[in-house]
């Protein structure tokens, strides 16, 4: 069992930032592609930023120059460094990875539980 577990969500005034951090644990052989997404109040869940272990990071329009994906794979983590937060970044925020549990296995498309993000105005 794998399990992906975010943090460093809060309330932030804009113009500030936040770090978040999302560790995986359980049987992990690799991790090829991880990426944040998040939802906003009555929105349907969006790509924030993706990175795989060798491709060049994408970022949604929104958040370009802004945000920052990066990872950590000797301690199973990826961040989202987010700064010059903006009311319309709030939202949950969800870790997503694709996960092998072992060497023949198939990557196994796996989520947090999402931390809060509040953007106050």
């Known amino acids: 069992q794998v399990q992906l577990v975010e943090s460093g969500g809060g309330l932030v005034q804009a113009g500030g930032s936040l770090r978040l951090s999302c560790v995986a644990s359980g049987s992990i052989f690799s991790i090829d592609a991880t990426g944040w997404y998040r939802q906003a109040p009555g929105k349907q869940r969006e790509l924030v930023a993706r990175t795989t272990k060798r491709g060049t990071p994408n970022y949604a329009d929104s958040v370009k120059g802004r945000f920052t994906i990066s990872r950590d794979d000797a301690k199973k983590t990826v961040y989202l460094q987010m700064n010059s937060l903006k009311a319309e970044d709030t939202g949950v925020y969800y870790c997503?990875?694709?996960?092998?549990?072992?060497?023949?296995?198939?990557?196994?498309?796996?989520w947090g539980q999402g931390t809060l993000v509040t953007v106050a105005s």
């Open positions: 997503n990875a694709q996960v092998r549990s072992g060497p023949w296995d198939l990557d196994v498309d796996t």
